[in-house]
Structure formats: structure tokens, C-alpha cells
């Protein structure tokens, strides 16, 4: 190939690079103005107060009710739970393989998590329906007769059904384990072999190595890595929609764990096919749409804030 030919081809990877990247900006420009097209016409009748704060969600009602806000905290409920869950399990799992766990098992350990993103989160809802949320009903049942607790523990913990909010967690919990142990990992080996050594050149164990000077040194990239998780969470559909109960109501400060709840996701989901178009429970369906595009913006922006702000003082 000659030199001329080779800078032409080189010119036009170039600009199909630079396409990609300018296509990436554009799709996400026109989803968010599609979305917002959709859901301006529901704010016609009822207010963007009404809307955040109302505490009904009853489109079939007359009038029809389109409170967002049990959604909203069902969502937020079932994401909070699991990234509980998740945050120490996945950064647990990630010093393990990147630190402590022998080569055989490494081999072992990582391919089956990352196996966990390959399943389809309809068989999760399978799981979760059928096993998770019985063994959890079960559990919680036996604690409320077992745990001599305060009323309102006992009250809360004797479920009526195994679908509910923590069921929802859980599933959640295990479906964003492969992206903050993947994330979480990279960011570990990450850090410069010349940390480890000097800590362990002074007198640190292993395990001091890794809680005081490994894992710091890769918070930038775990905090990511949790973020990711989160985002994860908050934009699942079809599991929540199948172990959470679908149940659009206002939870309860103390029982609302381990009661049926309804998200965001789940409501587009089981609503939009069954929606007259254009009209107003169309509108306010688009509205929860938009609202989780801000949401996951929000956490995305926040994530790249956090990523930057730790690598800045680290390079002072």
C-alpha cells in the first residue's frame, strides 16, 4: 500500500471516528427531545406540582389521577435496597479477585460473574418470583414470630406476599454485581504496584495494604464503579416489574420494604401498551420517561463530577 493511499485511509477512519462520536451526542439529543415533545401536553391539566407531589397514580379514575410520587419512591426504595446490598458485596468481590484470590480461582470467580450480565433479566424475574421471593417471605415470617422487636418490626416483617420492595432489591442487587465488579476490579489493578510495595516495605500486612492503601487509592474508580450500579438499578425493567408486587401505592416509612410497591420503569412498562395515543395517560407515561432520563443523567453527571474531583487531588 502506498504512503498516499495509507494517508487516505487513515483520514477516513478518522472521520468515521469522529461520526460515531458526533452520531453517540446526536441520539441522545434526540431522544431527550422526543421524550420532552411527549410529555409537555400532559402539564395542559395537570401541574408539575400535582404531578412530583400527587400521591394518587389512578389514569383509569374520573378524573384521572397522575400523582408521580408513590412511583417515585417505589423506585427510589428498591434502588436504595439494593445498592445497600451491592455496594459492599461488589467491592468485596472485586479486592478478592483482584488481590487476594489464587490464579485458578480467579479464573473461576470472574467469569461467573461477569456470566451474571449475560442473563436475561426476564430470568431473574423467574428467580425472583419463584424462589427469592418465597425464601424471603419465609425468612421474614419466621423472624416477626422469633424476634421479640418493637410492634411495628413485627408488623412489618410478618409479608403477606414475597413480592415486594426487597425482593425487588435483591434481584437488583445481584443483577448490578457484574458491572461494580468489573469496574471496581480495573480500578484496583489499576493502582501502581510501587503503592503496595512501599506499604508492605514498612511493616503492613497484606490486608492492611489493601483496606489503607489499595483500595484509596482506587476510590476514583470505584465510586464510578458504584455509580454505574446505580444507574443500573434505577433503569430496570422486567424484573421489578415481576417481583415487586406492581402495587402504586404510597409506601409506608416502616412497612414499605417489605410490602408490594410499584417503579417508574415498571409502570411504562405495563401501561404503555395498553394506552390510547396522544392522550394524557400517553402524556404523563412520556413524563416518567423523561423524569428517569434526568435521573440517569443526574447520577451519570454526578458519577464523572466525583471520577474527576478524586483524580485531581490525587495528581496534586
Same mark, same amino acid.
Not at 44 to 65: C, H, I, V
Not at 136 to 163: Q, R
Not at 168 to 186: K, R
Not at 264 to 288: D, N, P, V
Given at each position: 500500500?502506498?504512503?498516499? @493511499? ?15 462520536? /458526533? ?7 434526540? !431522544? ?75 479464573? @473461576? ?5 461477569? !456470566? ?22 419465609? =425468612? ?12 411495628? !418490626? ?8 414475597? =413480592? ?14 457484574? #458491572? ?72 409506608? !416509612? ?20 395498553? #394506552? ?10 412520556? /413524563?416518567?420517561?423523561? =423524569? ?25
Amino acid at each position: 500500500m502506498s504512503r498516499r @493511499i495509507q494517508r487516505v485511509w487513515e483520514s477516513l477512519v478518522e472521520v468515521a471516528i469522529h461520526a460515531c462520536g /458526533m452520531a453517540s451526542i446526536a441520539f441522545v439529543a434526540l !431522544l431527550l427531545f422526543f421524550l420532552t415533545r411527549d410529555a409537555l401536553p400532559v402539564l395542559k391539566n395537570t401541574s408539575l406540582g400535582e404531578l412530583l407531589g400527587g400521591t394518587s397514580w389512578n389514569p383509569t379514575a374520573t378524573p384521572p389521577q397522575f400523582g408521580l410520587l408513590p412511583l417515585i419512591l417505589g423506585s427510589l426504595l428498591v434502588t436504595v435496597g439494593a445498592v445497600l446490598i451491592a455496594i459492599p458485596t461488589g467491592v468485596a468481590c472485586a479486592a478478592f479477585v483482584a488481590e487476594v484470590a489464587p490464579g485458578w480461582l480467579r479464573e @473461576i470467580v470472574k467469569p461467573v460473574v461477569e !456470566l451474571l450480565a449475560a442473563i436475561p433479566s426476564v430470568v431473574f424475574g423467574f428467580v425472583g418470583l419463584l424462589l427469592v421471593g418465597t425464601w424471603i417471605k419465609t =425468612l421474614c415470617v419466621a423472624g416477626s414470630k422469633a424476634i421479640p422487636g418493637p410492634e411495628w !418490626l413485627t408488623t412489618a416483617l410478618n409479608m403477606p406476599t414475597g =413480592l415486594a420492595a426487597i425482593t425487588g432489591a435483591v434481584m437488583l442487587s445481584i443483577m448490578t454485581l457484574p #458491572t461494580i465488579v468489573s469496574v471496581a476490579e480495573d480500578a484496583i489493578k489499576a493502582v501502581p504496584r510501587s503503592y503496595r510495595e512501599g506499604s508492605l516495605a514498612l511493616g503492613a500486612t497484606p490486608w492492611q495494604t489493601l483496606i489503607g492503601v489499595t483500595l484509596p487509592a482506587a476510590k476514583s474508580g470505584i465510586i464510578a464503579a458504584i455509580m454505574l450500579g446505580i444507574g443500573r438499578a434505577v433503569g430496570e425493567t422486567m424484573t421489578v416489574l415481576m417481583v415487586t408486587g406492581n402495587s402504586p401505592v404510597m409506601p409506608s !416509612l416502616t412497612r414499605g420494604l417489605f410490602r408490594p410497591v410499584r417503579t417508574m420503569t415498571a409502570t411504562i412498562a405495563a401501561e404503555m401498551g395498553e #394506552t390510547a395515543h396522544r392522550s394524557e395517560h400517553y402524556h404523563a407515561l412520556f /413524563m416518567i420517561g423523561l =423524569l428517569l432520563f434526568a435521573i440517569t443523567f443526574l447520577v451519570n453527571t454526578a458519577a464523572d463530577c466525583v471520577t474527576n474531583r478524586s483524580r485531581h487531588v490525587e495528581q496534586r
